[in-house]
């Protein structure tokens, strides 16, 4: 058997980066998926010639290693009951809802722990295989907190990094999962941790003093050596952002102008458009939103012809239970909405459960008058960064929830609690007849604040961060 090629520099997600699809000829092949990840890391892959380890999003497909679109890529195969149980279950309907505030209820189910592990442990396999002589690997997000440590004992040389994509719980919540010292533990496996915000470094540094009694300083953990000494491991916010010249100069090409000026005319010219755009997620509050909409509809405030809410809804992992659930209820509330307050002519809402190109998305940005980002937890929210990437024109409002992590850098929006459907209202009515002038100055300061951060900038710090611990851990 030949030799596995070896990387120094190694991204293990979920998923690949690139989409195993069936082409016209019913061919197999890959196609690059949309994600922000990608874009970030590209450059720094290449330049490091590096690898990226995941799953093709297909159960019971085993591929070799291959080059796709200048990118090496090492599958990781997954069964239909792996992806059952480690993906859909663990990782979707106990972890997810677990890490975002226990908004529904999560399943913990010990077979769905042993999935978890064992697909972490292939991971971390197939990552220690690719692994060049003290190579970095950086592993991505909450479906693969074991793999850390698994990595860190196989392969003691490597630097390793970690970072969390969705919030991490307050103790009093996390404390709840039956696996508690299992994750922190797996999770201690990296050099450094990165968090999304100041707020879930601090909650993972308090749950690992509360489980283990480590002593922690910020941003550093100090963990026990078997043979005594300690080593160091860094728990720090890094927060994401996106690429924002390539948001802003599809903004600016005049077919997607013209896009935005379509949808307008399509729409009836409105005086105010509120756009959602939101994975089909309980976390994104999207009921919250239609509650306050609607109640807005029914004082008056707003009237159908004069305002519009459009709403995409991105289809979004439709096998679990709770993600069906959710799905009807927005329906039935969207259907009653339009039944009630819809004419002939106009709607209330145009709810969109579709994907959509990404010029697509961006036109919409340019097209709405009101964002509406109103998530009762998320790690950051990249769709109210796009849309202040895209706003070149310093026009629009955010209306932005104080829970998503971007309200920790997006000062100038108007930050709200969309569990207070009444501030809510209040909030979406200021953006409503906010003056021109105003909207410009906010628009301009968060259009600053974005500039100060995009994706380059959070990729580089992670691994800058990430180079300093590894050499002085040597
Ligand atoms: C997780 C965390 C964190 C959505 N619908 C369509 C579409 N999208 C794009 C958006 C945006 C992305 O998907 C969604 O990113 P978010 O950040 O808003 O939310 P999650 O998917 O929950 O992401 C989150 C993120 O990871 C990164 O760390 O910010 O907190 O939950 O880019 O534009 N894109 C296209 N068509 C759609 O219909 N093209």
């Not at 998305?361 to 009101?370: G, P, Q």
């Not at 310093?394 to 309200?407: I, K, N, P």
Request: one cysteine or more; proline letters at 6%.
């Amino acid at each position: 058997m030949p030799k596995n090629q070896e990387y120094d520099f190694i991204v293990v997600s979920n998923r690949l980066p690139v989409d195993r699809i069936i082409d016209v000829d019913g061919e197999p092949t890959w196609r690059r998926s949309p994600g922000g990840l990608v874009t970030a890391l590209e450059p720094v892959m290449r330049e490091a010639d590096g690898a990226w380890v995941g799953w093709a999003g297909k159960a019971d497909l085993e591929l070799p290693p291959s080059t796709e679109d200048g990118i090496h890529i090492v599958p990781v195969a997954l069964s239909a009951l792996e992806v059952e149980h480690y993906y859909e279950g663990f990782s979707n309907d106990t972890l997810w809802p677990l890490y975002h505030d226990v908004i529904s209820p999560p399943a913990f189910h010990r077979e769905w722990w042993e999935s978890y592990r064992a697909v972490n442990r292939r991971f971390a396999e197939a990552s220690a295989a690719i692994a060049a002589p003290n190579a970095t690997v950086w592993v991505q997000d909450y479906q693969l907190q074991l793999v850390p440590a698994m990595l860190r004992e196989l392969r003691p040389d490597l630097t390793i990094g970690f970072f969390n994509h969705i919030p991490f719980p307050p103790y009093g919540i996390y404390s709840q999962l039956p696996w508690r010292r299992q994750i922190v533990e797996g999770l201690l496996g990296a050099d450094v941790i990165g968090f999304q915000r100041v707020a879930d470094a601090g909650n993972f540094s308090r749950a690992v003093r509360r489980l283990f009694g480590y002593a922690t300083k910020s941003p550093e953990i100090r963990v026990p050596l078997e043979g005594g000494g300690h080593r160091t491991v860094v728990a720090k916010a890094f927060p994401i952002s996106i690429d924002v010249e390539s948001f802003e100069q599809m903004a600016r090409r005049p077919e997607i102008i013209e896009r935005a000026r379509q949808i307008r005319e399509d729409l009836g010219n409105p005086t105010t458009i509120m756009l959602g755009v939101d994975r089909l997620d309980y976390t994104k509050g999207i009921g919250h939103r239609l509650k306050a909409y609607g109640e807005l509809l029914s004082s008056g405030s707003i009237t159908v012809g004069d305002s519009i809410l459009v709403q995409v809804a991105s289809p979004s992992r439709e096998r679990v239970e709770a993600y069906m659930q959710l799905r009807d209820e927005i329906e039935l509330t969207v259907g009653r909405l339009n039944g009630d307050y819809a004419t002939i002519s106009h709607g209330a809402i145009a709810y969109l459960h579709h994907g959509y190109p990404r010029e697509e998305m961006v036109a919409l940005y340019l097209a709405a008058d009101v964002m509406l980002v109103t998530a009762l937890r998320d790690g950051m929210n990249l769709v109210a960064k796009e849309y202040v990437a895209c706003r070149h024109d310093e026009d629009g409002v955010l209306v932005l929830s104080e829970f998503a992590g971007a309200a920790d850098e997006l000062k100038n929006a108007l930050l709200v609690n969309p569990h207070d459907i009444e501030g809510l209202k209040e909030s979406m009515m200021q953006a409503v007849v906010m003056p021109k002038r105003e909207r410009g100055s906010r628009m301009r300061a968060l259009r600053r604040r974005l500039r100060d951060n995009d994706v380059s900038h959070w990729s580089h710090t992670f691994l800058e961060t990430l180079e300093g611990a590894a050499r002085k851990a040597r």
